[in-house]
């Protein structure tokens, strides 16, 4: 009882100090958990829950999300589980929708609140994985002490945020673990798993959004994750968080369509306007026959010598293509 104390008071008193440590990333999150949140460091009450009733609805409005997102938790399961460690997967409120661990260790993060229907926001709980990393929309590991609350001191917690089609917040994925011999080393292994599932979430969902679009990457980069979403008319419709940053794009919303030309640049010299969009159309009718121009002008509608011509005047030799 006298560590929980004695951790309360340490928060206390950096929440109240002018040093360099009070200016720090962890103890801004200190701060809102006292002062905007007015949470006691010392506080006995247990993590707050939903009924089953109230998860169930909130299960089903995130079918969609979840749909994409359940083979991805089971695979991050698969690696950390037998090490002891937890995977949950919240909604942009830090509500637990989804949560995989051992039969064996159960109990002990039943205990923890560390289960489908946890409120594990900033607001309930204070600085912690899910809810620092959702109110800070960035990757986070809160590890042991660092937590706000003294009775969730004994938890590591490594955490990603994950965004939408639209580039909303969706939720975060979470990895805990209550091991006392939790290192910060093998904290950092598992963030690193932890911050590419939640890109590869992010990835199939945005698929499974635009299903009939054509994705492709954007950015010089090619991060993965910055996708765009291309429609049969050229148009871009969607983007996710990383391409919209790398695009200078709003950061959320739907997207006005976009010619893609207009987003991933042109050559100056290449032709323009209706000149270019029929250069562009030989072009392609010529690659899928294989050069075959009597094939290509079949499907394009159009005579042999009427592809000739539109050839020649569009600067297109037998060999160009």
């Known amino acids: ?26 103890a801004a999150s200190w701060r809102r958990s006292l002062v905007r949140h007015g949470i006691d460091p010392a506080t006995g009450q247990g993590p707050q829950r939903l009924t089953q009733r109230e998860l169930n609805v909130l299960v089903e409005s ?24 937890a995977v949950l997967l919240t909604d942009a409120r830090g509500i637990v929708l989804q949560h995989r661990v051992n039969d064996g260790d159960a109990e002990v ?24 990393c959702l109110a800070e929309r960035r ?59 939640a890109r590869q979430i992010e990835t199939d969902f ?26 049969q008319d050229d148009l871009v419709v ?3 968080r990383l391409a919209r940053a790398a695009l ?25 306007g209706f000149e270019g969009a029929e250069r562009a159309a030989v072009m392609r009718a010529l690659s899928r026959a294989d050069g075959n121009v009597s094939a290509a002008a079949k499907a394009l509608g159009i005579g042999r010598a009427t592809m000739y011509r539109r050839m020649k005047r569009l600067g297109i030799s037998e060999k160009s293509h």
């Open 1 to 26: 009882m006298s560590e929980l104390h004695n951790h309360a008071d340490r928060v206390l008193s950096v929440v109240e100090s002018s040093s360099a440590a009070a200016l720090s990333r962890l």
């Open 62 to 85: 995130n079918d969609s999300f979840l749909r994409s997102a359940t083979p991805r938790v089971d695979n991050l399961y698969a690696l950390v589980g037998q090490s002891g460690c």
């Open 109 to 132: 993060f039943s205990d923890w609140g560390l289960w489908s229907g946890g409120n594990w926001s900033e607001e309930a709980e204070g600085t912690n994985g899910i809810g620092t």
């Open 139 to 197: 990757r986070v590991t809160i590890h042991r002490d660092d937590h706000f609350i003294a009775r969730n001191t004994g938890l590591s917690c490594m955490d990603a945020p994950i965004f939408g089609p639209n580039g909303q917040l969706l939720g975060a994925l979470d990895v805990s673990s209550a091991r006392s011999d939790q290192t910060e080393g093998f904290n950092q292994l598992i963030s690193a798993m932890v911050e590419q599932t």
């Open 206 to 231: 945005f698929r499974a959004t635009f299903p009939k679009a054509r994705i492709i990457v954007a950015g010089d980069d090619a991060r993965e994750g910055s996708l765009l979403a291309v429609d």
């Open 238 to 240: 969607g983007a996710t």
């Open 248 to 272: 200078d794009l709003p950061t959320e919303g739907e997207l006005r369509p976009i010619p893609a030309v207009d987003l991933l640049g042109r050559s100056e010299e290449s032709p323009k």
